[in-house]
Nanobody, 125 residues
Framework: EVQLQASGGGLVQAGGSLRLSCAAS????????VGWFRQAPGTEREGVSV????????YYADSVKGRFTISSDSAKNTVYLQMNSLKPEDTAVYYCAAFYFIAEYWSDPERYDYWGQGTQVTVSS
């Protein structure tokens, strides 16, 4: 059984930092890319970042470039999203997901095969 476990969300003031973790089990980590998505109330799910764990290739949404960093630890089957300089508009439920990596589709949630539960990130102004 494939499981993705997202954690690390919380309440933080604007300008602060959080690190999200996505622990994967039941999949061969290096066969998949792991992405982070977020969804605020009334909005569509948005691709935030992705990492191909085998190649190290990463992509970021323009809205988070320079502030968020995605990384992976294959030994722990875990992907991290370090979020710095957080803004109120970053407030959302954050989800991690895995798919067989095709770069042009990295931000399309329909392409992802496995999803974790969300973790709430709230940034106060």
């Amino acid at each position: 059984e494939v499981q993705l476990q997202a954690s690390g969300g919380g309440l933080v003031q604007a300008g602060g930092s959080l690190r999200l973790s996505c622990a994967a089990s039941g999949i061969t980590f290096d066969d998949y890319a792991v992405g982070w998505f977020r969804q605020a109330p009334g909005t569509e799910r948005e691709g935030v970042s992705v990492i191909s764990t085998s190649s190290g290739i990463t992509y970021y949404a323009d809205s988070v470039k320079g502030r968020f960093t995605i990384s992976s630890d294959s030994a722990k089957n875990t992907v991290y999203l370090q979020m710095n300089s957080l803004k109120p508009e970053d407030t959302a439920v954050y989800y991690c997901a895995a798919f067989y990596f095709i770069a042009e589709y990295w931000s399309d949630p329909e392409r992802y095969d496995y999803w974790g539960q969300g973790t709430q990130v709230t940034v106060s102004s």
